[in-house]
């Protein structure tokens, strides 16, 4: 039975070259006209250990670069979905990428989560964590994870 609701589609993004690619799967194996697209980055950026270097002109710069490299991952995922005259709201916040996606899927009401995999081994993984693994295990809605390709 069809559904005249869009379906909300919610896409977990980093800059990476395995969520852009988790972002064009999507865009060429399942998209559907009339998809409601939430393009979801989530960073943090880590200040210095001791007080006084926040004061520092390193750290300006740094907290410089990474205010442009939010606003360039904006611009990206923003052409991409014009691109596909898809309707979608881009949400970018600081906080833990996992914890981020996950609450912001289930308040958007998504279908499902797409994101993509670095292919990590078990034992990175085990030790760094994993956002996507992170994702699987806590979102409300299935998760299709697009894996890094083989050579």
């Not at 960073?43 to 670069?65: G, M, S």
């Amino acid at each position: 039975m069809a559904s005249s609701e869009a379906r909300v589609v919610c896409i977990a993004v980093d800059g990476s070259e395995h969520s852009e690619r988790a972002f064009d799967w999507y865009r060429d194996q399942i998209y559907r006209d009339g998809d409601r697209l939430v393009v979801v980055h989530s960073h943090e950026l880590h200040p210095p250990a001791l007080p006084h270097a926040i004061a520092t002109e390193e750290w300006k710069k740094e907290v410089q670069k990474h205010e442009q490299y939010i606003k360039d991952l904006e611009e990206k995922f923003k052409t991409k979905c014009e691109k596909m005259k898809v309707s979608a709201k881009i949400i970018i916040k600081s906080g833990h990428a996992g914890d981020h996606v996950c609450k912001t899927a289930q308040k958007e009401g998504a279908a499902f989560l797409v994101v993509g995999s670095r292919g990590m081994g078990t034992i990175r993984r085990t030790i760094l964590g994993s956002v996507s693994d992170y994702i699987i295990h806590h979102a409300h809605a299935p998760v299709i994870l697009v894996p890094k390709v083989k050579n």
